[in-house]
C-alpha cells in the first residue's frame, strides 16, 4: 500500500521528488553542514568604551581573548564588545553585544585592527 502525499509522518515522499528535506548536521554526508552555536554569554559588558590601545594584529593575540569580554575596533570604523569562543586563522566567531543582549557573529580577522581584553 502506497504512503498518502499527505502523510504526516513524511510530508516528502516518491510521489513528490521536488520536495527535500531538511537533515540535521549528523543526518549530512560525512558530517557536513553548520555546527551549532555555542551557548550565548550570561554576563553583559562593562558600561564603558576603553580607550584605544597600539595596534595587535594576528589571530595569536585575540587565542588570549577566548570567552572573556572583548572590545574590538575595525577597519570600517566600527568598535563595540564582543565575546568570542573560537578563533581561527582567518575568523574569530563569537557574541556581539548590541545593548540589549548578544548576537551570534563571525569576524575576519584581517578587518580587526585592535582589541582589549577584559
Do not use: H
Not at 543526518?27 to 554576563?43: A, C, E, H, K, M
Not at 564582543?82 to 575576519?108: D, E, H, K, L, N
Amino acid at each position: 500500500m502506497e504512503q498518502s502525499i499527505n502523510s504526516p509522518s513524511d510530508k516528502c515522499s516518491i510521489q513528490r521528488p521536488y520536495c527535500q528535506k531538511k537533515l540535521t548536521a549528523m543526518q549530512r554526508p560525512n558530517g557536513q553542514g553548520y555546527r551549532t552555536p555555542p551557548p550565548v554569554p550570561l554576563i553583559t559588558p562593562p558600561p564603558f568604551t576603553p580607550p584605544m590601545p597600539a595596534s595587535q594584529y594576528g589571530s595569536t593575540g585575540m587565542r588570549g581573548c577566548l570567552n572573556k569580554t572583548t572590545y574590538v575596533w575595525l577597519a570600517n570604523g566600527t568598535s563595540y564588545w564582543y565575546f568570542p569562543t573560537y578563533i581561527g586563522r582567518q575568523t574569530a566567531i563569537g557574541f556581539r553585544w548590541r545593548g540589549f543582549g548578544w548576537i551570534y557573529q563571525r569576524i575576519s580577522l584581517n578587518n580587526i585592527v585592535t582589541f582589549q581584553c577584559f
